[in-house]
Nanobody
Framework: QVQLVQSGGGLVQPGGSLRLSCAAS????????MSWYRQAPGKERELVAA????????NYPCSMKGRFTISRDNPKNTVYLQMDNLKPEDTAVYYC???????WGQGTQVTVSS
């Protein structure tokens, strides 16, 4: 079955860190670029980070550079999102994505609050 299954997330205080994981199955993971998106209540879904097939190149919006890190482990068919120095405005549902396959994970809630 072709799918992306996410784990991680939850409640964290401002300034804290979280790591999200996204396990792929049913396709040759290492052949596909991967991305993370997020969607806050009342807002459009936005790109958080993207990574090429080998992990040799990554891309982030300016607001997330230096705080978010995307990585991948191709033998484990998993992509990660490390989030540091989290802010309340980072509160959202986070989704992993395989753009070429138009495939999405189930979404994971991240709440940053004291």
């Amino acid at each position: 079955q072709v799918q992306l299954v996410q784990s991680g997330g939850g409640l964290v205080q401002p300034g804290g860190s979280l790591r999200l994981s996204c396990a792929a199955s049913g396709f040759t993971f290492g052949r596909f670029a991967m991305s993370w998106y997020r969607q806050a209540p009342g807002k459009e879904r936005e790109l958080v980070a993207a990574i090429t097939t080998t992990g040799g190149s990554t891309n982030y919006p300016c607001s997330m550079k230096g705080r978010f890190t995307i990585s991948r482990d191709n033998p484990k068919n998993t992509v990660y999102l490390q989030m540091d120095n989290l802010k309340p405005e980072d509160t959202a549902v986070y989704y992993c994505n395989a753009p070429s396959l138009r495939l999405w994970g189930q979404g994971t809630q991240v709440t940053v609050s004291s």
